[in-house]
């Protein structure tokens, strides 16, 4: 198993103490993660564009779903590989900045396994499975709506300077 130093350090707060307020009442890493997501989502426009749906998040984890629509088939008639990269991506996106630390990426892989077609409900489940400093590792599944895996994608992550969400201490 890869080790997972900081992925369950709970949140800080601008002084260190672990008390992130959302108007008088602690944050949870739950909610601060949810809260994440809401915030990149209200910025995102490709995922959006792209008819990806978030299903889940939680800390260093996320979800995201897209259904595989006619302009996204190739000359083959499968969906084209940038396709399920995006949607991968996207949920490494959710995953890696569910903490409250911006994070982009800094090298992402893919492997396909099997083709998806024209219908599919692709899921991306993305899990960070370690982190260190500013650097993480973020793990995504891509399946079809049948749990078939489509492919698998590792995304490295470095955080930046800023935050998504303001905590007021």
């Given at each position: 198993?890869?080790?997972?130093?900081?992925?369950?350090?709970?949140?800080?707060?601008?002084?260190?103490?672990?008390?992130?307020?959302?108007?008088?009442?602690?944050?949870?890493?739950?909610?601060?993660?949810?809260?994440?997501?809401?915030?990149?989502?209200?910025?995102?426009?490709?995922?959006a564009g792209l008819g990806m749906q978030i299903i889940?998040?939680?800390?260093?984890?996320?979800?995201?779903?897209?259904?595989?629509?006619?302009?996204?088939?190739?000359?083959?008639?499968?969906?084209?590989?940038?396709?399920?990269?995006?949607l991968a991506d996207s949920a490494f996106a959710f995953?890696?900045?569910?903490?409250?630390?911006?994070?982009?990426?800094?090298?992402?892989?893919?492997?396909?396994?099997?083709?998806?077609?024209?219908?599919?409900?692709?899921?991306?489940?993305?899990?960070?499975?370690?982190?260190?400093?500013?650097?993480?590792?973020?793990?995504?599944?891509?399946?079809?709506?049948?749990?078939?895996?489509?492919?698998?994608?590792?995304?490295?992550?470095?955080?930046?300077?800023?935050?998504?969400?303001?905590?007021?201490?």
């Open positions: 198993m890869i080790p997972r130093d900081d992925r369950r350090a709970p949140p800080r707060d601008a002084a260190g103490t672990g008390d992130l307020n959302r108007g008088g009442a602690a944050m949870t890493p739950q909610e601060l993660a949810e809260a994440c997501a809401k915030a990149m989502w209200a910025e995102d426009r490709a995922s889940r998040v939680a800390p260093g984890e996320a979800d995201l779903t897209m259904l595989v629509e006619p302009r996204m088939v190739n000359g083959h008639g499968i969906c084209h590989g940038g396709f399920i990269f995006a995953a890696c900045n569910s903490f409250n630390r911006r994070a982009v990426a800094q090298s992402n892989t893919i492997t396909y396994l099997r083709p998806a077609k024209l219908g599919d409900v692709l899921t991306a489940r993305a899990v960070q499975t370690a982190s260190a400093g500013r650097s993480g590792i973020t793990d995504v599944t891509v399946t079809d709506q049948d749990g078939r895996a489509i492919a698998v994608f590792r995304g490295l992550s470095r955080t930046i300077d800023g935050h998504l969400v303001e905590i007021v201490a």
